[in-house]
């Protein structure tokens, strides 16, 4: 199981781009990256999955190098209610999983 | 459509007593998943359920924990005795697709958690 290493926490200001990056040094040729999101006093949400190089959807981007060792993950122009902890989750161990810390994001006005 | 919902959201009962939590899924998703985060430590796995049957329980702490999902529809999850240091937040999830939260594709759905605090 790959174990993946996320700061744990940061601080960022309304209307600025932040990018949590996730290191994840034994990642397994067949695993993806995925990105959870939660907010308090809910469970966790699907954000963003991949592979390699770039993955972007309407949340989020994904930023992948080419030894796959770690990701970033871009939220472009935060507001305070991107304020959550994210999680970053490579592969899996049969159908269990380990979230980690998470990275906890307080976003300011 | 609705997500995945939980019952009730919160519960405090003492410690001995029996408490019954209950998780109703995205309509449709054979596989159901329980996990929980206790004192403020990491999300952790306790089973996975594809329709009514057990697929992989090894997550469970011990005999006082029983998952049942009869009719592959929603699903309780039992503590009895429930102990001091079962207190936490227990989550549930479900997905259309079997496997992992972070395999290809396998999107898992979670619901808002139900807060078990023993005293």
């Known amino acids: 199981l790959a174990k993946t290493t996320q700061p744990i926490s940061m601080d960022s200001y309304e209307g600025q781009e932040v990018n949590i990056t996730c290191s994840h040094n034994?990642?397994?040729?067949?695993?993806?990256i995925t990105w959870y999101q939660q907010f308090p006093s809910q469970g966790p949400r699907f954000i963003i999955q991949?592979?390699?190089t770039k993955v972007t959807n309407e949340v989020a981007s994904l930023f992948i190098p080419a030894d796959r060792k770690s990701s970033t993950l871009s939220l472009p122009r935060v507001s305070l209610s991107d304020t959550a902890v994210y999680y970053c989750?490579?592969?899996?161990?049969?159908?269990?999983?380990?979230f980690g810390a998470g990275t906890r994001l307080f976003v300011k006005a | 459509e609705a997500g995945v919902t939980q019952f009730p959201s919160h519960s405090v009962i003492e410690k001995g007593q029996t408490v019954t939590l209950r998780c109703d899924p995205i309509?449709?998703?054979?596989?159901l998943y329980w996990y929980r985060r206790v004192m403020g430590k990491e999300i952790k796995f306790l089973l996975h359920?594809?329709?009514?049957?057990?697929?992989?329980e090894s997550g469970m702490p011990n005999n006082r924990f029983l998952a049942e999902r009869t009719g592959g529809t929603y699903s309780t999850l039992k503590v009895q005795p429930a102990e001091l240091e079962d207190s936490g937040v227990y989550f549930c999830?479900?997905?259309?697709?079997?496997?992992?939260?972070?395999?290809?594709?396998?999107?898992?759905?979670f619901g808002q958690g139900t807060r078990l605090t023993v005293v």
């Open positions: 999830a479900s997905s259309q697709l079997p496997g992992h939260p972070a395999d290809f594709g396998t999107e898992a759905f």
């Open positions: 034994n990642i397994a040729t067949n695993d993806y």
């Open positions: 991949g592979y390699k």
């Open positions: 989750l490579v592969g899996g161990e049969g159908f269990k999983t380990i």
């Open positions: 309509s449709g998703h054979d596989n």
């Open positions: 359920f594809v329709k009514e049957s057990k697929q992989d």
